[in-house]
Structure formats: C-alpha cells, structure tokens
C-alpha cells in the first residue's frame, strides 16, 4: 500500500473525509473494462452513516457498460478554494475512495438514495423533496437507475487545516 508522501498533508481523521464527501457536489470515479480505463464524474449523494454514494444514470450507456464488466472503482472528491492570496500554494482538500458499485432495486431504498443526493445537492433541497415526496413510487421509481458504492477505503489530503 501506498503512504502519501508529505505526511503533514495527510488527513487521518475519518470524521474529516467524510465531511469533504458530505460537503461536494460532484466525485469522479475511476472504471476499467477490458484494460481500457474510463473516468466519469458524478452528482452524488453521501450516507455517511452506511458510507456509501448514491448516484443516478440512464438505463443503458458506456459508464453502465463499464460498471456491468468491472463492479470496482477508484474515486475523488475534492474541494478547491483556490490560490493562497499573493503566493503560489493552492488551497484545497481531497478524499480518494475505493469501493464496489451496485444498483438499488428496492423502491425505498431508491427513495432514500435520491432524498440523499437532493439533500446535498441543493441549497434549497425542499421544493425537490416535495416532489419526491409526491411521486407515486411504484410507477414514478420502476425506471430509475441507482448506483451505491459502498466504500472500502478511504484516504485524504489537504493543503493545510481546511475543514
């Protein structure tokens, strides 16, 4: 296993990473099919009480392809805030996760799933959660694709104390 190299960026405090997943609108993660590599970048939702992320996605398509060969996947979330004022250092703090994707097909679990992701994807998430709370869920969900990775490892870094 790899240790990150500069051990005073380093975040150990799980609560932390978890706060950077929590607090980002989008991750990246990384899918390989046939040793071809694909990275994709995702609205999400985190659960940080099951660790895991909820996303959304069509039906069919190359990122459900790659999901369909190889359930494993490598992902980042990060938070950038820029450069130090007068100098060159960016301040930012990463998370990089290592997890295996599945798809929700229980009609509450895809009902919890995208009340995470409306949650932490809108400033203002109550008109959304109307809606969903609205949505016959037998007909109105029977079409909604919801991926999970569930997450087995987590690591992070930060430029200095952002969090």
Not at 101 to 124: P, T, W
Request: with cysteine; hydrophobic share 35%; charged share 30%.
């Amino acid at each position: 296993m790899y240790h990150i190299r500069r051990k005073e960026q380093e975040i150990v405090d799980i609560k932390i990473m978890k706060k950077i997943l929590a607090s980002t609108q989008y991750v990246t993660i990384a899918l390989c099919k046939d040793d071809e590599p694909y990275l994709v970048t995702l609205s999400h939702g985190y659960d940080a009480k099951q660790n895991c992320i909820f996303f959304h996605c069509a039906t069919e398509g190359k990122k459900l392809d790659y999901i369909k060969a190889n359930n494993k996947t490598w992902g980042q979330a990060m938070i950038n805030e820029g450069f130090k004022d007068g100098e060159c250092e960016q301040h930012y703090s990463s998370v990089q996760f290592r997890g295996e994707v599945s798809f929700l097909s229980n009609v509450d679990d895809k009902m919890q799933a995208l009340a995470c992701m409306i949650r932490q994807q809108n400033e203002n998430p109550r008109p959304m959660m109307t809606k969903l709370e609205e949505l016959d869920p037998s007909t109105g969900l029977k079409n909604v694709l919801i991926g999970r990775i569930d997450i087995e490892y987590l690591s992070g870094k930060q430029s200095e104390k952002q969090t």
